[in-house]
Structure formats: structure tokens, C-alpha cells
């Protein structure tokens, strides 16, 4: 695992092709924007971990960008 130490308005980019931006920091919890292709599948670890209870995640493009609502 690789960690790394971001401020607001890093980014991270992934493959050449997904770039991850720290949007927000607020006490504890911080704000990931991320932008990808469509065809790549963006789930939060806790849904990957939930088998037995399938929840909808709603990803939508706007302005050409992949958004997590």
C-alpha cells in the first residue's frame, strides 16, 4: 500500500488516466473528487465488502467528467 500526505488541491493520477483531487479537508473527513473514464467502475470500500446487501451508487458524466453523486 502506498500512502502518501495530500493537501487541498493535490491530485493523484492513476495510469495516466484517472486523476484523484483532495477537494476538502474538515476535521476528520476528507472530500475525493475523481475523475475517470466511464468504463471504470468507482465503488467505496464498504460496498465491495457488503455482499449480502446490494446498495445503488448513481455515477453521472457532467462536462465530459465522471461525478459520484
Do not use: H
Amino acid at each position: 500500500m502506498l500512502v502518501l500526505s495530500r493537501k487541498v488541491g493535490d491530485k493523484l493520477v492513476i495510469d495516466g488516466n484517472i486523476t484523484v483531487e483532495v477537494v476538502k479537508i474538515q476535521g476528520n473527513r476528507i472530500s475525493l473528487g475523481i475523475v475517470a473514464p466511464a468504463n471504470v467502475k468507482i465503488l467505496r470500500g464498504e460496498l465491495t465488502e457488503q455482499q449480502a446487501k446490494p446498495q445503488i451508487v448513481e455515477l453521472v458524466v457532467e462536462d465530459g467528467l465522471l461525478v459520484a453523486c
